[in-house]
Each structure stands twice: as C-alpha cells, then as structure tokens.
T-cell receptor, first 113, second 111 residues
Framework: KAGVTQTPRYLIKTRGQQVTLSCSPI?????VSWYQQTPGQGLQFLFE???????NKGNFPGRFSGRQFSNSRSEMNVSTLELGDSALYLC????????????FGAGTRLSVL | TQLLEQSPQFLSIQEGENLTVYCNSS?????LQWYRQEPGEGPVLLVT?????EVKKLKRLTFQFGDARKDSSLHITAAQTGDTGLYLC???????????FGTGTRLTIIP
C-alpha cells in the first residue's frame, strides 16, 4: 500500500507570492491533517479535513487555507507569503477521526526569500 | 508557554548506552503518542499510551504514561545508531481531536 505522498518536495518562493501544496493520503483514508514544522515553534497543527469538510483548525491566519477533494486528496494554499512561512509542511492521513493513528508524508520544504 | 515540554532538547550519547527522555505538561490528557522523525522524513508513530501508569515496550524502547496522565517518559536500552532522530510526544486533550506536539528531543547516537 502506497504511503502518504506530498508534492512538491521542495519549493522556493518570494515574499508576496502564493503557493499550493498537495497531499495524496493512503488509499482508503478519509482524514487529512496539515502541520507546519519550524525549528523555533516545532510541529504545529494547521487544519484537518474529513470527507471534504474542514473539521478542526489551528491558530493560523486566514492566509493559510485548504481543501479536500472527493478522492480524499488535499491541497493547502498559502497566500501573500511572508519570510516566516518558511517551514516544512507535513500532511498526515488517518482512516477516521478520533484519537488517531496518523501516517505522515515526507513533507514539502518551503523557502520564502 | 509550551503546552508540552520535552527534555532534554538535545542528547548525544555513545552506542550501547541507555537513555531516558521526558515529556511533561501541567494539563491532563486522554492519550499520549510518541513519534520518531528521521531527517528528510515525516514523523512515524511509535506508540500510543492511554491509561495512567501504563507501560509499553517496543523491543529496546520502554514507554511510560504518568499516573496523573500529565507526563510520559521514553527509555531506550543499549542505544543503536538507528535510534538517531527527533523524538516527539503528542497529546490529545479531552473533548477534542487535535494532536498537540511537544518541543522534541533531538537524539544522536555516536558509533
């Protein structure tokens, strides 16, 4: 069974641009969560989607948004990029909700110049 | 203020030695998970502990959930170079399904 796939693996953008990251969950998994990982703040929860609906949201500004498609694939968008958005963005999928076993992808490393 | 504090932040020891890392909070949690993250990869779940006082063993790794469900420890016996990585604890609070991660312990095992 294929694992969680995130594309692209690396991305370089400049301030003010926007970016879209993609996540394909494990087949059959309906929940997709997104996290931001930085050396200073650690791993922080962005949001979770389940059956195309946002179910939970972390404390990030509205520039961070996401969506989930009917095939459970998810995209995350960051608009008006800031230098502080440079981070490793991780996607995790799980079968259902609840205290869950999450399977993480390898992440997309975003650098904002 | 971090919800979950992990200590030590960095640990570097010789292969074959034993070590313990800690995850502490002032809050009570319904369950706690430990992950290991290797460079260039996402975190991988090692164990979930649910019951206060619970002890789980995974080969050379021993995980303990505190009696009051506020803290946890991970003990590694006879460390190997393959144990190198970032160790993260994560908790689920009562009444919500969000995972909150700790600050992490970066472990390096020297051959």
């Amino acid at each position: 069974k294929a694992g969680v796939t995130q594309t692209p693996r690396y991305l370089i953008k400049t301030r003010g641009q926007q970016v879209t990251l993609s996540c394909s969950p494990i087949s059959g998994h309906r929940s997709v969560s997104w996290y931001q990982q930085t050396p200073g703040q650690g791993l922080q929860f962005l949001f979770e989607y389940f059956s195309e609906t946002q179910r939970n949201k972390g404390n990030f500004p509205g520039r961070f948004s996401g969506r989930q498609f009917s095939n459970s694939r998810s995209e995350m968008n960051v608009s008006t990029l800031e230098l502080g958005d440079s981070a490793l963005y991780l996607c995790a999928s799980s079968l259902t909700g609840g205290p869950k076993i999450q399977y993480f992808g390898a992440g997309t490393r975003l650098s904002v110049l | 203020t971090q919800l979950l504090e992990q200590s030590p932040q960095f640990l570097s020891i010789q292969e074959g030695e034993n070590l313990t890392v800690y995850c502490n909070s002032s809050s009570v949690f319904s369950s706690l998970q430990w992950y290991r993250q290797e460079p260039g990869e996402g975190p991988v779940l090692l164990v979930t502990v649910v019951t206060g006082g619970e002890v789980k063993k995974l080969k050379r790794l021993t995980f303990q959930f505190g009696d009051a469900r506020k803290d946890s420890s991970l003990h590694i016996t006879a460390a190997q170079t393959g144990d190198t990585g970032l160790y993260l604890c994560a908790v689920v609070g009562f009444g919500n399904e969000k995972l909150t991660f700790g600050t992490g312990t970066r472990l390096t095992i020297i051959p």
